[in-house]
Each structure stands twice: as C-alpha cells, then as structure tokens.
C-alpha cells in the first residue's frame, strides 16, 4: 500500500569515487516520488546516522532545485553528505538511541530511511528496519550498496568498486611502464586495499587487458608465505629484470597473523578491525634481506578511494540506477532489504537492479571465489579477468573549472 511522508538519506563508512552518484539516484527517485504525491520532503542527514541523532539535516530538494547540479554530484568523489564509522548497539542495549531516532522520524513524519554504505551500514539498516516493525512505526528502511572493497553479499559488484577497480589498474599499468625503463633486476610492490577481500587488489590484473600486467598478485583468501614469495619473485627475475607485485593489505601468514602487523600499533577502529598498512614494507624487507636486490614499495592508500577523475561510466551508471531502484522498492512497500546488482546472462555485459533481505548481507563478507585465484596463489585467472574487466568500462564527460574537474559540495 502507499506510505505517505517524508524521506531521509545518509551515506555511512569509507568514501568513494561513486557514492555521490548513489545520492543522486535517490534524489531523483525521490523527486519522482514527490511528482505522485508520495515522498513530500527528502532530508540529508550530514555525517550519517550521528548526524541524524543530532538532528542535523538538510532538505536535499532544496539543495538540488537546479537539475543540472545532479550530473556535477554524480561526478563528485567521497561523500557529499559527509560519513560516520558509528555502529549501533542493539535497542536492548542502548534503548535511549533508538527512542532519539524515533522521536526524530515522527517528528519530520520519516517514513523511508535510506543508508548509503557497506557491510557495517547494513548492520545500521538491520537494526533500524526491526526497531521500527517491533515499535508500531511504519518506516520503510533500504539499505543501499557503496565499497571499492567488492565484499557485499547478495550482489554481482558494488557501486564505488568499479571506479576504484579502473584506477587501480591504470595505476598499476603507469607503474609498470616507469620501471620498464631500467635493465636492473628490481622489484616494485604495491600496496592495495582488502582486509578480508582481495577483489581490489586482483583488478590490478586488469593491466595485462591493454599490455603487461602485474607478475605475481597476492590475496586475503590464500595463505601468505615468505619462502614461496622469495621464490616467485626469484622465478620472475629470470625471465625479465622489473618485477611488479601487487599485494593486499591484509594478507596473512598461516597463524593468521596480518603480514604488516609488526608495523602496526594494535589499534583499532570502533567496529573493531585493525588499523592496516605497512604489508607493502614487510614485503619490501624480505626482498631486500633475501634477494638484495633494488626493492621499493608504493602503498596506494586513500588515493583508489576516491579517484573520480577516473570513474567507471559502468559504475557511475550503476550507482544512479541502484539509488532510483531503492526509492521504487521502498514506496512499492519494501523495507528491510538492500538494493543489489544483478548480472545477466549473454555475450553483452548488462545488469538488472534488485534486491535481498538485509539479514543476509549484514555483517558477512564476499570473498573472491577460488576459481579467480591461480592454483599457485600468485595471480589472477582468466575467469577473475573476465569477471571485473565490464566493471571498469566507460569513461565521464567530466566538468572542469580552472583546468581541475568540478565537484559541487553541500553548504
């Protein structure tokens, strides 16, 4: 049935080069929505959900009066609504948070509640969509999908992921021509994000689509070991003197301690993941212990994050249909679920928008699956290639201003 009423969007966890397109795609379904006589106001709550408990929002139809500033948004990087890496307890737990939202949604008559994120946003949708069924308060909560990490379940790929994908394979294909230039046996390792997913760092292997690609890859979802390492990297030396590596963040040895850890100090972020970085210099001592030979590490860090002016169209695209897509489910009367993207069968890559309960999304990760990962843990296989290689297609028709591309912020 319809649900009259108002509407509210955050946008929650790391930014990306597409997360501002996921807006814009729930700001024009909304407007839509308005057009019938359904959605009356859409707020933006600033900083997700700390910014909604202190009822910090902006009314997004307002902002966006002008149509045109859409397209600079969808083009924009990181989060123009700004973020949070707050996590909610339960209501058992902290019953005087959830009385604060509540009072807040009746208050500007909510009754759709969109969250912009990734796997510990969709812990925020759970919980909110039970609270409000348990409370009596028709609210309709959908999660909508946003990492480069790729590691949602339920879907094909992840808007942001694409975007992040295309950079850093571009990357590593410069980095590949910069060493090329050298006959000396050296070996350049880059450092890519993944904790628990390699899916980032396997795009680097989309370099060898257009030339060569990266010599050995390392993922999460294989054992990391120090002999096997010095021994791959040995092998490539003897067919050609620049070796590239590409290697996850959190690749850990078979005790299942990350391989950076000794370069960390233990902390750890509030949902309880460890501070990651340093594998890259880990990786770097060993070869220069072992092989002696020239070794430097290139740790990418927030640069594949929010590199825009290199965006996938595909997941640009993507990212807009996935948030019009939630604002249909919604006022079609579906709440408890996240938006996902489905890939059809047939020669030609192309995708449908869909959906699934959110309670087998939240707080479970996707991995790569096995047949991505070469028998010898090293590489990526042609399966794994063809799989990410549709998701880094098409470039923007980028704005520029002062010769640097436009992006519009949020007053």
């Known amino acids: 049935m319809l649900l009259h009423g108002n509407a509210v969007v955050g946008q929650s966890g790391g ?15 909304a407007l839509e929505a308005k057009e019938q006589g359904i959605i009356g106001t859409l707020y933006g709550m600033r900083n997700g959900i700390e910014g909604f408990l202190k009822e910090d929002l902006v009314d997004l139809f307002d902002v966006f009066s002008n149509p045109d500033d859409l397209k600079t948004l969808e083009a ?24 604060r939202i509540l009072k807040i949604l009746k208050k500007h008559d909510i009754r759709y509640f969109f969250y912009i994120g990734g796997n510990d946003s969709m812990d925020t949708v759970l919980k909110l969509s039970r609270y409000a069924a348990s409370h009596d308060y028709e609210l ?16 094909d790929h992840t808007p942001g992921f694409g975007s992040a994908a295309k950079f850093v394979a571009t990357t590593v294909k410069e980095i590949i021509r910069d060493i090329n230039v050298y006959t000396m046996d050296a070996v350049t390792i880059v450092e890519i994000m993944g904790r628990d997913a390699g899916w980032l760092t396997a795009s680097a292997a989309l370099a060898s689509l257009s030339g060569e690609g990266p010599d050995l890859v390392y993922l999460p979802e294989r054992i990391f070991d120090e002999q096997s390492f010095v021994d791959d990297v040995k092998a490539r030396l003897k067919d050609h003197p620049a070796i590239l590596v590409a290697v996850s963040e959190g690749v850990r040895f078979a005790n299942g301690e990350y391989v950076g850890a000794g370069t960390q100090s233990g902390a750890v972020d509030v949902f309880g993941h460890k501070y990651l970085a340093g594998t890259g210099k880990v990786l770097e001592s060993i070869i220069k212990n072992r092989i002696g030979c020239k070794v430097r590490s290139v740790e990418l860090s927030l640069t594949q994050r929010c590199a825009s002016h290199i965006s996938s169209l595909t997941d640009i695209t993507e990212s807009v249909m996935v948030g019009k897509g939630a604002v249909k489910a919604a006022t079609e009367g579906r709440t408890g679920v996240m938006m996902t993207i489905e890939r059809l069968e047939g020669a030609e890559y192309s995708v449908r928008i869909g959906l699934a309960d959110i309670s087998c999304i939240a707080n479970a990760i996707k991995t790569v699956p096995g047949e991505y990962i070469n028998e010898e843990g090293n590489g990526i296989t042609e399966d794994g290639v063809n799989y990410l290689g549709p998701l880094i297609e098409g470039e923007l028709d980028l704005e520029y201003e002062n010769g640097l591309p436009k992006h519009f912020v949020i007053k």
């Open 15 to 29: 930014p990306t080069a597409a997360i501002n397109a996921t807006l814009s795609g729930v700001i024009k379904g």
């Open 76 to 99: 924009t990087p990181a989060a123009a609504l700004g973020s949070c890496r707050r996590k909610l307890k339960s209501h058992e737990e902290d019953f005087d948070t959830y009385q």
């Open 140 to 155: 309709r909560v959908v999660g909508v999908p946003k990492t480069i990490d790729n590691d949602l379940m339920a879907t």
